[in-house]
């Protein structure tokens, strides 16, 4: 076994340094889908506005579109984290 397998067999918390990769890359696509997500209704929602009538979908998408970006990366964390296993002690 080389040094770079041997790399991505060593186990941190119980998951392999493999998992943790994974884990990693499945946060990061979150948190880049979810900014893009924020994007789209803040643009929604500025046309929305520009309307003389309040439709329906103006309050919550208000509320959509002030998410905060500590928000978004919790969000992002947990769907991250939650692809990993806890060891059996904790």
Do not use: C
């Not at 509320?63 to 992002?76: E, N, P």
């Amino acid at each position: 076994m080389s040094e770079f397998e041997a790399m991505f067999d060593a186990k941190y918390f119980g998951n392999t340094t493999w998992q943790w990769a994974v884990a990693a890359a499945i946060a990061l696509v979150v948190f880049v889908a979810l900014l893009l997500l924020r994007r789209l209704v803040r643009s929604y929602h500025t046309r929305l506005l520009a309307t003389p009538r309040t439709e329906l979908f103006e309050l919550p998408l208000q509320v959509a579109s002030r998410t905060t970006m500590g928000f978004t990366l919790i969000a992002a964390l947990f769907a991250g984290l939650s692809t990993l296993k806890l060891s059996s002690r904790a």
